[in-house]
């Protein structure tokens, strides 16, 4: 080991340095004891200074090898043998000096053997992603593995088949560090495969346009197969057809059908078929038909007058049941807008409130709320998603000033009510009194052949009293049902609060009775009325018409334990904290309201409810709660109406000659046609990743940004970015998608204020994992990769530690020590010429003669001594 300079000339200075020091040494204002010292610190610290400047460095060598295994575990070497034992065998020939490490990759990588290790235990247990391969990557850890200081080679086992990454680009950089690639390429056996490798439709299409969809398939023997097509989910082409060896295309025509984004998906079924992943692709079209709405109504026919209006406005609109609504976000995406119709939250399950959320948020999609008295609070939308998604909260602000509630309990006492089945049904009235407020009042009739008016309609400002007589109530007789309803109906004809009656009974009316009149008294009084039916004997169809007929709820209760728990419900959902049925002509606040302009209509009634921060308001009631409201919420928008529209509270308003332009607006504004704005995107697929690109009319002013929202089939999304690549457009990259459809949201904002919106969307297909090998496979790319680098193609396990070695010269500069040292001795000479403090140590110059002789530099020097031993005391 020797010490080399990669710029010697600049030890040329060392000699003007010497000459100086000879020069200088006797011309000082020191002490010669001092003097002495100084000169050395000085010429040291020139050498080093010189030194640095010369570039010097100490040149070793390295004897051994550093050897990285690269096996490939993705799905295209399935049918390849185990390695391992080749890889074990072919450590069986290290040298001492020698190291190797295995790392599996596809995907993703995985270390399985360090260099300290000494047998590899398998590779085929490795837990990693199989569905691509990325042998960039792969390389790209392998290189950092290797030491610096030593001899590196990467051993290569794989098809060659690169479905990511740029393998190429990243050998010439291995190439220059002279670190070579062997390559060891594996024989896959290709079995009996059928493949759909391409499905191609027009990208813009519109309704009933008739239109080619091409399939391709390809196949690796003569078989028959039946090739379906499904169209925006429905199944639209089925036929059996007849495949030979090599690639064949069918042209399937089709009627175009949907709205917006259409997935258009091809399968195939093959008799004899060893991969499934590659027998299904798909492709996308966006159709331009008119909005797409899906009612949801509470009850039927609560939606009607809607679903009537939008359709003769051209709109394509679907009425079905809570029960029948979708629980697969993909099937809400074919839906511009969603209407909720007097729908309770607690008919829905969780699945179809979280979708509901997620087709807002994720998908872009509208949501309109409808009121009536089973929506908001009185539906129970507190703390649910739906409340969550809309522009109102269900918690009232100053909700003691609401009218308050009347409830009338209406309970069986007759003969069959004995034991148990009474006491739980005083005990659920109890239950009603303990929730009422002060404000509220409660009423009780019970019946048997007649009715007892045990508690007249009184305020609950006493409740033990009156939680006294509810616990006096005894059996009775018959059953008769009529006369005590109307009663109930008879204490609640007067006064504005919310009017509810309960009847709970367990057996059959004595007497077919006509309940017309009764029922349509009630209507006109604002009266509802909750029916509960107790136990098998109880007249579950009677009581089911009437609570149906009289905007109230029917429950049927098995055991009369649960009672108590059902009264707690109804006595909620009764609306004493939520219902406002008082005459009302409403404020308007916002322009897009202006369609009630002049004309605004008078309403009876509404759920109270309390405006988000961020919603807008555009309707006010006489209480100042909000009416109309609306909000953007994620890539969707939401309106909430919390009057009703079927002529409940809303008569008037029914026959207002813009009630039909009043819904079109907000089916306008919750689901806009198209993008809003200049923007064009684009998508490029390479590999496992997706490259958004967005072409903008107008360059991104300061504070705006262009954010993408991109969601799969299951509608777990991802937010990007989109950055600016130059000409006006933007860019983003999304990694690691896998096969499917893909939705993507980009806007233009502003702190949280959307200028422009565009949704479009993309089909992945398979990875090219799956497709069916042809011609040399990756051979070609393996060659590139070991001759560029100065490779080996390997047969033999012997082979990979038997491979031409140079010794590894590395240089190992020394300049910024000589710099570090020459730093560290500057305060040591500066503290000498300061301080004058200096060790004592045997060194002596010649002298001409050795007798001292006086001289007048002799004088000189001890004057400026005693100078500056005075100069001492003094400090």
């Given amino acids: 080991m020797a010490i080399n300079f990669l710029r010697p000339w600049y030890l040329l200075l060392l000699l003007p340095t010497m000459l ?29 200074v010189v030194l640095a400047l010369a570039r010097p460095h100490v040149v070793k060598t390295y004897h051994g090898l550093r050897v990285v295994f690269l096996a490939d575990r993705s799905v295209s070497v399935e ?39 000494d047998k590899l235990a398998g590779v085929m247990s490795a837990d990693i992603n199989r569905d691509h391969t990325d042998i960039e990557s792969a390389l790209r850890m392998a290189a950092g593995l290797i030491p610096a200081d030593s001899n590196g080679r990467i051993v290569l086992l794989t098809d060659g088949v690169e479905t990511t990454g740029d393998s190429i ?134 939606g009607q007058y809607l679903h009537d209006l939008f359709v003769l406005g051209g709109v394509e609109a679907h009425s079905v049941t809570p029960s029948q609504l979708s629980t697969s976000p993909s099937a809400l995406a074919g839906y511009r807008a969603i209407y909720l119709v007097d729908v309770p939250a607690y008919v829905l399950s969780v699945e179809q409130q979280q979708n509901l959320e997620i087709f807002v948020r994720v998908v872009g999609g509208g949501l309109v709320a409808v009121g009536g008295k089973n929506s908001f609070g009185l539906g129970l939308y507190q703390d649910t998603p739906l409340e969550k998604l809309l522009p109102v909260a269900m918690e009232v602000e100053n909700e003691e000033e609401l009218p308050g509630l009347d409830l009338v309990l209406v309970i069986d006492r007759s003969g069959s009510m004995t034991g148990d089945k009474l006491n739980m049904a005083k005990n659920a009235a109890i239950v009603s009194l303990d929730i009422l407020k002060e404000r509220d009042r409660l009423g009780v009739i019970t019946f048997d052949d007649t009715y007892y008016v045990n508690l007249p309609l009184t305020e609950v400002a006493n409740k033990s009293e009156l939680t006294g007589i509810i616990e006096k109530i005894a059996i009775g007789g018959g059953t008769v049902i009529h006369p005590a309803l109307e009663e109930a109906v008879q204490q609640l004809s007067e006064g504005e609060r919310a009017k509810q009656i309960i009847l709970l009974s367990d057996g059959m009316e004595g007497a077919t009775v006509n309940y017309g009149a009764l029922l349509a008294q009630m209507s006109d009084l604002g009266i509802s009325l909750s029916t509960i039916a107790l136990g098998s004997d109880a007249d579950t169809s009677h009581m089911q018409m009437l609570a149906e007929n009289s905007n109230g709820r029917f429950y049927l209760v098995p055991h009369s334990a649960d009672l108590p728990a059902v009264f707690l419900q109804e006595t909620v959902l009764a609306g004493g904290d939520y219902l406002v049925e008082e005459e009302f002509m409403p404020t308007i606040v916002h322009p897009d309201a202006n369609t009630l302009h002049n004309n605004t209509p008078r309403f009876t009634g509404y759920v109270a409810s309390t405006a988000k921060p961020l919603s807008e308001i555009l309707l006010l009631t006489h209480r100042e709660h909000p009416l109309l409201a609306r909000w953007q919420y994620g890539l969707g928008r939401t309106i909430a109406f919390t009057s009703d529209a079927r002529g409940l509270w809303s008569e008037e308003f029914i026959k207002h000659p ?105 089909a992945v297909p398979y990875s090219a994992e799956f497709r069916i090998p042809s011609g040399s496979g990756g051979n070609d790319l393996l060659s590139v990769l070991s001759e560029g680098t100065g490779g080996l193609t390997l047969t033999r396990p012997q082979d990979v530690f038997r491979a031409p070695l140079e010794p590894a010269r590395r240089f190992v500069a020394l300049g910024h020590w000589f710099l570090l040292a020459a730093v560290l001795l500057w305060p040591l000479d500066v503290a000498l010429r300061r301080f004058g403090t200096v060790p004592s140590i045997p060194i002596h110059f010649r002298q001409k003669a050795s007798t001292p002789v006086v001289t007048e530099n002799n004088t000189a020097r001890e004057a400026m001594e005693q100078l500056l031993a005075a100069k001492k005391k003094k400090k």
């Fill in 658 to 762: 813009r009630f039909a332009d009043f819904w079109a607006d907000t089916l306008a504004w919750v689901a806009p046609r198209g993008g809003e704005g200049g923007m064009a995107l684009d998508v490029g697929l390479q590999g496992d990743s997706a490259e958004i690109t967005a072409l903008v009319g107008e360059p991104l002013q300061d504070g705006e940004k262009l954010l993408v929202t991109v969601a799969d089939e299951d509608f777990q999304q991802q937010e990007l970015e989109l950055l600016p690549s130059g000409s006006g457009r933007y860019r983003a990259t999304l990694e690691q998608i896998n096969q499917g459809v893909y939705i993507f949201n980009t806007r233009r904002q502003r702190d949280e204020v959307v200028s422009e919106q565009v949704v479009s969307g993309f």
């Fill in 79 to 117: 049918s390849a043998p185990d390695y391992t034992t080749w890889i074990n065998e072919s450590l069986s020939y290290q040298n001492s000096d020698d190291q190797a490490a295995v790392l599996v990759f596809a995907q993703d990588n995985q270390l399985v053997k360090p260099f300290t290790m």
């Fill in 169 to 302: 680009s990243f050998a010439k950089a291995l190439g220059a560090s002279q670190i070579p690639i062997d390559v060891l390429p594996l024989s896959v056996v290709s079995g009996e495969d059928v493949a759909i490798v391409d499905v191609s439709l027009p990208r813009n299409t519109y309704p009933g346009q008739q239109v080619t969809v091409e399939v391709e398939v390809e196949s690796s023997i003569h078989t028959r197969a039946k090739l379906s097509l499904y169209w925006g989910g429905g199944l639209v082409f089925k036929d059996e057809i007849s495949l030979t060896a090599g690639q064949q295309r069918f042209s399937l025509p089709v009627e175009v059908t949907g709205e917006s984004m259409v997935k258009v998906q091809a399968e195939v079924d093959a008799e004899q078929d060893t991969q499934g992943r590659n027998n299904t692709m798909a492709g996308i079209t966006f159709v331009d038909a008119p909005p797409r709405v899906l009612m949801v109504e509470g009850a039927p026919g609560k």
């Fill in 20 to 48: 100086l020091f000879v020069v200088v040494r006797g011309r000082t204002r020191y002490p010669a004891k001092l003097n002495r010292w100084v000169l050395l610190l000085r010429l040291l610290l020139f050498l080093l």
